[in-house]
């Protein structure tokens, strides 16, 4: 076979998704404050589009707010008042740190343990990489 066949072969076995550009969009946080409690009204909604358990990114944003944080429904319930602009920064920084592929950039990763060490795999381009452990 020619190298050009052998690419396009190649191709055809690669998912759609790692062809598609621009598809993921940074979800936007919807925060009301009531009291001396923030609440995150599309919690769910945000950890189910970026492919990520609720408890993981609650832990992060807990910690990174230095919080306590709960789970009541679709929503999430933090200590404290803090801005939509803080919690929006901290989301971003969530998502370049957790999710986003550090080799092809893409937004297409899942979380798998292996040995007790958490990985980030890439669904797109297959890379794996370790990522940090929460604090405690």
Same mark, same amino acid.
Request: charged share 30%.
């Given at each position: 076979?020619?190298?050009?066949?052998?690419?396009?072969?190649?191709?055809?076995?690669?998912?759609?998704?790692?062809?598609?550009?621009?598809?993921?969009?940074?979800?936007?946080?919807?925060?009301?404050?009531?009291?001396?409690?923030?609440?995150?009204?599309?919690?769910?909604?945000?950890? #189910?589009?970026?492919?990520?358990?609720?408890?993981? /990114?609650? %832990?992060?944003?807990?910690?990174?707010? +230095? !919080?306590? *944080?709960?789970?009541?429904?679709?929503?999430?319930?933090?200590?404290?008042?803090?801005?939509?602009?803080?919690?929006?920064?901290?989301?971003?920084?969530?998502?370049?740190?957790?999710?986003?592929?550090?080799?092809?950039?893409?937004?297409? #990763?899942?979380?798998?343990?292996?040995?007790?060490? /958490?990985? %980030?795999?890439?669904?797109?381009?297959? +890379? !794996?990489? *370790?990522?940090?452990?929460?604090?405690?």
């Amino acid at each position: 076979m020619s190298y050009d066949e052998l690419l396009k072969r190649a191709r055809k076995q690669l998912p759609e998704k790692v062809f598609e550009e621009d598809r993921f969009k940074i979800p936007k946080v919807q925060a009301v404050i009531e009291g001396n409690k923030t609440i995150v009204t599309n919690f769910k909604q945000i950890a #189910t589009l970026i492919n990520r358990e609720e408890n993981h /990114l609650l %832990k992060y944003l807990a910690g990174e707010l +230095a !919080t306590s *944080a709960a789970i009541e429904g679709s929503r999430a319930v933090f200590a404290g008042k803090h801005s939509r602009y803080n919690l929006q920064k901290l989301l971003e920084k969530y998502l370049e740190e957790y999710v986003r592929c550090g080799e092809c950039h893409k937004y297409d #990763t899942h979380f798998e343990t292996i040995s007790r060490i /958490l990985y %980030k795999r890439c669904e797109a381009c297959g +890379a !794996t990489t *370790a990522v940090k452990p929460l604090r405690k």
